[in-house]
């Protein structure tokens, strides 16, 4: 019943650590604590100068960061370079200013003569996505019971958490419903 209106089904696309909110009472809740996570760091550096990268977005290998943003090419900001971390290893005991170090030498290896930022800031999301494990737990669309669709990246075993996985569950989400009802 949604603003009492009655509904015959109901897709529930929501994160796996949303769902306790939602379907509080399903039997699905006490299998979420086998999922787990990985962040996704993104650091701000706003240098005092135009710095300008050698892409919008530029993919980085042996490094810290995973990708570089130059944000005066994407948004106009001046001076503004974003890195981008994903489920980092080997950050361990490092502080947020060593972090910001160590960013800075991957800018360094593009753009040398960089002088030190005049400002900067660590964002850190930490379940950004599901962790990818080989044999996860990885519920069928209907596990939630009669009526109840569930779809999001983490229910498609084929895929990493990714929009590409995410599209994909929603359409089969729909489709199943489609299916049960149609026939
Ligand atoms: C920083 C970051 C960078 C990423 N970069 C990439 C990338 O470059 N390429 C890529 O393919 N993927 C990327 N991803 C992963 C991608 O964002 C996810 O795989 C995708 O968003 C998952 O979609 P979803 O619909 O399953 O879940 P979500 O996008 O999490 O959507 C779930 C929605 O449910 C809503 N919700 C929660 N509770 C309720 C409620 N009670 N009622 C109503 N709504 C509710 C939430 O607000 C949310 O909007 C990135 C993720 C992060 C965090």
């Known amino acids: 019943m949604v603003e009492g209106e009655a509904f015959d089904a109901v897709i529930v696309a929501v994160a796996p650590y949303h769902l306790p909110h939602v379907l509080p009472e399903s039997p699905l809740v006490s299998r979420l ?3 787990h996570y990985w962040p996704i760091y993104t650091v701000y550096l706003q240098f005092g100068q135009p710095v300008s990268l050698p892409q919008a977005m530029t993919g980085l290998r042996g490094g810290t960061a995973d990708w570089l943003f ?3 090419a994407l948004t106009g900001e001046s001076g503004l370079v974003a890195a ?3 489920a980092p290893s080997g950050l361990e005991g490092i502080d947020q200013q060593g972090l910001v170090r160590r960013v800075l030498v991957d800018v360094r290896r593009l753009v040398p003569q960089v002088a030190e ?3 900067w800031r660590v964002v850190v999301e930490k379940r950004a996505t599901f962790a990818a494990e080989v044999g996860r737990w990885c519920p069928p ?3 939630a019971g009669p009526g109840c669709y569930l779809a999001g ?3 498609m075993p084929d895929y990493p ?3 590409e996985g995410a599209v994909r569950s ?3 989400a729909a489709r199943a419903l489609l299916a049960d009802y149609q026939s």
């Open 153 to 155: 990246d983490w229910l």
């Open 141 to 143: 669309l209907r596990a």
């Open 33 to 35: 604590q086998s999922l």
């Open 161 to 163: 958490a990714t929009l």
């Open 117 to 119: 930022p005049l400002s």
């Open 170 to 172: 929603g359409v089969a």
């Open 70 to 72: 130059d944000r005066a």
């Open 84 to 86: 981008v971390l994903s």
